[in-house]
């Protein structure tokens, strides 16, 4: 299969099971969320995929090779990518220039000056590219720090694209936002590219039953169902567990 194939795949903290034998698949140009509550073994689950965090047992495969024995930046250069959980935004630098960084990055350039005046026709392409595609063209010469948060937020998902991933997971990415702010994240996850294979973990049901059609629901490290967002929504395990009734 191309993309990610996890089987059997658990994680133990000394006695604490955390992940148990999760099976997923996240085949290319899957649009999947990952729900559950506070605790389920959601980020456990990306870190795992990623390399962040070693298995307890079970395979990882990508493109039909095993990977749970790579480090996270081998993952990354076989193009499975998570968005920064921290801010990695240098925030006194224009959008565009932060976008210089890993595109130059990419391409082993990174320890090269990036003020314009040196830079590449090419690379600029790109990042104008990525720029229009976020939507950030009439903020793209202004520093972060004058942006919205949800539009730094973009920036960092733009960021993680100029890696070119295959597989993209954004675990939580409209955490902390205003809800004025929440649809900056679920456009800009509308409008990524067709063929890459999406996991959005997230705890907002507007973005997810937007974006998913297909959701897992992760409870104590289980997986409990599987479903289209109408059948999760219908569940009614999922409905007393997690939506308290809300959805559908
Ligand atoms: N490094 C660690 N050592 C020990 N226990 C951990 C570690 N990381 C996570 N845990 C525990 O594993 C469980 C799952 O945590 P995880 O962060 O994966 O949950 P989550 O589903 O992402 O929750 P949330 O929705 O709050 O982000 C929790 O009980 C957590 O305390
Ligand atoms: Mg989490």
Request: aromatic letters at 4%; charged letters at 25%.
């Amino acid at each position: 299969m191309q993309g990610l194939e996890v089987r059997g795949l658990s994680k133990h903290f000394g006695g604490l099971v955390v992940s148990e034998n999760i099976d997923f698949d996240l085949p290319s140009g899957a649009r999947k969320a990952l729900i559950g509550p506070n605790g389920a073994g959601k980020s456990t689950f990306a870190n795992l995929v990623t390399g962040i965090l070693a298995p307890s047992g079970g395979t990882i495969r990508f493109d039909g090779q095993d990977i749970a024995g790579l480090a996270e930046a081998q993952r990354v250069k076989l193009g499975i990518a998570k968005t920064f959980q921290i801010t990695t935004l240098f925030p006194k630098m224009t959008v565009r220039e932060n976008l210089r960084l890993p595109v130059l990055e990419r391409e082993g350039r990174g320890g090269r000056l990036f003020r314009s005046a040196d830079s590449d026709p090419r690379i600029e392409a790109e990042v104008a590219d990525m720029i229009a595609q976020f939507d950030l063209d009439a903020l793209a010469d202004r520093p972060v720090l004058d942006l919205a948060y949800g539009q730094q937020r973009l920036v960092e998902m733009a960021l993680t694209l100029a890696l070119k991933p295959r597989v993209l997971i954004l675990d939580e990415p409209a955490a902390g936002l205003p809800s004025s702010e929440t649809h900056l994240i679920t456009d800009a996850i509308e409008r990524l590219p067709q063929d890459l294979a999406v996991l959005v973990i997230e705890h907002d049901m507007d973005l997810v039953f937007r974006v998913a059609h297909s959701i897992v629901v992760l409870v104590q490290g289980r997986i409990l169902t599987e479903g289209t967002p109408q059948e999760i929504a219908g569940n009614a395990q999922v409905r007393e567990l997690y939506l308290g009734g809300g959805h559908g």
